[in-house]
């Protein structure tokens, strides 16, 4: 079964930076394109970044310029750097990996922008 826990979470001012960090486990983490949600209470979960297995990348609008996804593949690990966070990317963040046709999750970690 395919295991991925992130990390990284936190209460951050506005303005201020958080990396998430997601470890991947019992895949071949190389292959797979890995992407990072997240979810606001009352909302639907969204899209924020994807990272191919060739490292082209994806953003939501709403994040580029301020987010920046990577992946480590000898640490079987994707990190998702948030800069110049806004109250409005409080949220749990997901790390995901679609391998043949299913959705993996991880568990989620928390964001709080807040002063």
């Known amino acids: 079964q395919v295991q991925l826990v992130e990390s990284g979470g936190g209460l951050v001012q506005p303005g201020g930076s958080l990396r998430l960090s997601c470890a991947a486990s019992r895949i071949t983490f190389s292959l797979y394109a890995m992407g990072w949600y997240r979810q606001a209470p009352g909302k639907q979960r969204e899209l924020v970044a994807t990272i191919t297995s060739s490292g082209i990348t994806n953003y939501a609008n709403s994040v580029k310029g301020r987010f920046t996804i990577s992946r480590d593949n000898a640490k079987n690990t994707v990190y998702l750097q948030m800069n110049t966070l806004k109250p409005e990317d409080t949220a749990v963040y997901y790390c995901?990996?679609?391998?043949?046709?299913?959705?993996?999750w991880g568990q989620g970690t928390q964001v709080t922008v807040s002063s």
């Open positions: 995901n990996a679609e391998i043949a046709l299913t959705n993996y």
